[in-house]
């Protein structure tokens, strides 16, 4: 078939040939928004939308509104201060009321083209100042005197930079711009991505449709659905790519574990310390059914601290011994593996199974028979960090992986595990938090997820309070009681970056002031932290585990896993400084014994508003999911789980908190879609498949391959 050479080709034509523009104004877009063609421009979508039905009146105005949009004249032009501090105030007047202008930046500008005596649409955020209303750099807009008011009411507004305001292309101007190429492209031009059968079923809007709609919407109900569609689109072609490597994982060959035998029952048998929860033994099933099938296992088990996801690990670990294999399990830091290799040991230590550790800081000397160990099958069972990736790292028969904590691992990491045996090992990830539902089938949409939703029994719950830091005397009374009682306390310290000098010097002198709270010899305090070499931390930690030391000072190096059951107080200082995730990983650190235990929050009394709901969440509920969602929507998907590097919610204009019904419904017809047509070559589906390879955002889709 030839080569198409109509439709999206129109597209790829430079923006300089659009009506108004020319060859300067076309660099200027270039150089300030990234707009070189008319694709670019299409998909450059507005901000917001001016409805000029809406005015609020300056004698209204009310603190807790945040944009207003208000309609009068302008007088009063007047300059303050000179240089850096220079400021440009005005007058707004309107029939009930008036309140200030205020300009710190294009104020040559502003005086130029800003008439006074003129009526204007004034719209921005209002901020108050000593009771008195004011709005900095508003967005103005002539009002038509005279004109007949247009019967659309909504007229785009597109965010622009500085340089291009004052060539002239303003917030609304740029309209102008986007109108001009309208009139150039018509349905023809854009193709459509998705197929007529998913268009009809999910009732979406036309793509050209939708895109007219989403600059010049005829009302709000057209635009909403055309913002829902182009939403669907973003959303509907991420999840096929997770589909599809969903079903190239599931396709994956991998070991099958037929046998449960003679290691995994003596072991069930003579040594668990404890019968299983109920969802520790669903799991274990999830598992023991993955590793029967002959294909790879990728199961991520989620389960809140304290959940018991370790045991979990090690009787699968048997599993894989009892058919012949090696497991290694990796763990995010030094402290950790060396625990888990403790508790694993312990455990085994009337079995016939090898377990070791390998970690950055065991010396070669060490490290030879470990190595040797691996290689020749002798040992059974490494415990480790991330040092089990490195390539001198090499298995007899390595059938399982497990890795704890997993999102402190990127996805490169989990791949490298795969080229450890001929066929890649099952894997196990496991993660204490808990990630919300959308996040999860948006990023980790490659795994099966088992779920811990049962806390071992006997758990008292955390007592969890907020104080504010001149309540630190009193706090430091209820520690030493606690102590007296044979109780153990940690006092964690918020350091960002461990190895800027004045963290840590104010890390030392936190640490001298707890230690003249407890002046009585009896009472020992050790540190841990980040500057440590790792011997010296592990015999600061090993002393606050053996009962040693009564406090321990450290820093968010114990966050994920560390288990002292005896520690019953976790106080974090400057807990506004920490985000709720992290907060509930600290807390998770106590109520791991008998005894009743309590989680306090210090912080300073000026909180933004921010940090005075997340202690308020934090002492309301310890339930990891609710915090986990809490924590998402009030931060974003970009700040977690290292998800801004992975790219994955790298979305134009869906949002995966607000659209989590789209979520769910696009995976759906993602797997529908793809279960009767796996590879997209489909001619229906061909656009979609073209879509799914377009690899950099803005490029125009490759139609011309399309042959
Ligand atoms: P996490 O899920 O946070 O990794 P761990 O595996 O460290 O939790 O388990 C937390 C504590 O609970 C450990 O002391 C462990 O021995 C104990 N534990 C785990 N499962 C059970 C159970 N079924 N019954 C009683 N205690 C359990
Ligand atoms: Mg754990």
Not at 165 to 184: C, D, E, H, P
Not at 272 to 296: E, H, S
Not at 670 to 686: K, M
């Amino acid at each position: 078939m030839a080569t198409l050479n109509f439709g999206e080709a129109a597209l790829q034509t430079s923006v300089e040939f659009l009506k108004g523009i020319g060859a300067f104004k076309a660099l200027l877009l270039q150089k300030e928004l990234g707009i070189f063609n008319f694709n670019d421009l299409l998909h450059y979508f507005p901000y917001r939308y001016l409805d000029t039905t809406q005015v609020q009146s300056i004698n209204s105005l009310q603190p807790d509104q945040e944009w207003v949009q208000l309609k009068g004249i302008i007088m009063n032009f007047q300059e303050h201060g000179t240089g850096f501090k220079k400021r440009l105030t005005a007058t707004l007047y309107d029939p009930g009321g008036q309140m200030e202008l205020v300009w710190f930046q294009g104020i040559s500008y502003v005086l130029k083209n800003i008439q006074p005596n003129t009526a204007y649409t004034v719209f921005g955020k209002l901020s108050f100042f000593n009771g008195f209303p004011t709005i900095t750099h508003p967005e103005l807009e002539k009002v038509q005197v005279g004109a007949q008011e247009k019967t659309d009411t909504m007229l785009p507004s597109y965010s622009v930079t500085e340089k291009l305001r004052v060539k002239g292309i303003t917030n609304r101007n740029f309209a102008k711009l986007t109108q001009a190429l309208f009139s150039k492209i018509n349905a023809a031009d854009v193709y459509e991505t998705l197929p007529q059968a998913v268009l009809q079923q999910y009732g979406l809007m036309g793509r050209f449709e939708a895109l007219q709609q989403i600059h010049f919407p005829a009302n709000a109900d057209r635009l909403s659905r055309a913002r829902h569609r182009l939403k669907w689109e973003e959303l509907f072609i991420a999840q096929l790519k997770i589909s599809q490597s969903n079903l190239r994982n599931k396709a994956q060959a991998g070991f099958s574990f037929p046998t449960i035998g003679n290691v995994f029952n003596d072991f069930y048998e003579k040594f668990l310390p404890f019968p299983l929860t109920n969802a520790q033994k669903r799991v274990i099933k999830d598992i023991r059914t993955d590793t029967l099938k002959g294909r790879q296992m990728n199961r991520l088990v989620q389960g809140d601290v304290g959940s018991g996801k370790t045991i979990v690990a090690l009787l699968s670990m048997l599993m894989a011994l009892d058919n012949g294999f090696q497991s290694c399990m990796m763990a995010p830091t030094e402290i950790l593996a060396q625990q888990h290799f403790e508790g694993i040991s312990k455990l085994l230590e009337n079995m016939p199974v090898k377990v070791v550790l390998l970690t950055g800081s065991v010396k070669a000397k060490q490290r030879k028979p470990i190595l040797q160990g691996l290689a020749d099958g002798t040992v059974h069972i490494v415990v480790g960090t991330h040092a089990l990736l490195e390539d001198n790292v090499v298995f007899k028969n390595l059938g399982l992986a497990v890795i704890d904590e997993q999102h402190r691992f990127g996805v490169g990491q989990r791949a490298k595990l795969w080229q450890k045996n001929s066929l890649p090992p099952h894997i196990l990830v496991m993660t204490a938090t808990p990630i919300p539902r959308t996040l999860a089938m948006t990023i980790y949409g490659d795994l099966e997820v088992s779920v811990i939703d049962e806390l071992p029994p006997g758990r008292k719950p955390i007592v969890t309070m907020h104080r504010f830091d001149h309540y630190r005397p009193k706090v430091m009374d209820f520690i030493r009681h606690e102590i007296e009682n044979g109780r153990q306390i940690y006092i964690v310290y918020p350091l960002i970056d461990e190895s800027e000098k004045m963290e840590y010097e104010s890390l030392m002198a936190n640490y001298e002031q707890v230690k003249t709270h407890f002046p009585d010899p009896r009472y020992n305090v050790a540190m841990v932290h980040g500057r440590q070499d790792p011997g010296e931390k592990e015999r600061n930690m090993q002393r606050f585990i053996k009962g040693e030391a009564h406090i321990l000072v450290a820093t968010t190096v114990i966050e994920v896993g560390v288990n002292v059951p005896n520690a019953s107080v976790m106080l974090i200082e400057s807990a506004e400084r920490f985000g709720l995730s992290q907060l509930h990983q600290l807390r998770g650190r106590v109520g791991r014994g008998s005894e009743k235990s309590y989680c306090i929050l210090l912080t300073s009394t000026e909180l933004s508003k921010e940090s005075r709901q997340r202690m308020s969440i934090m002492t309301q509920t310890s339930d990891g999911f609710v915090i986990a969602e809490e924590d998402l929507k009030m931060r974003g998907p970009g700040d977690m789980y290292g998800t801004r590097q992975s790219g994955a919610l790298d979305f134009k204009i869906a949002d995966i908190v607000q659209d989590a019904d789209i979520v769910v419904a696009t995976k759906e017809a993602a797997e529908q879609l793809l279960s009767h047509d796996p590879q997209l070559s489909l001619p229906d589906n061909r656009l979609l498949y073209l879509a799914l390879h377009q690899t950099q955002k803005g490029q125009p889709m490759p139609w011309s391959k399309i042959s």
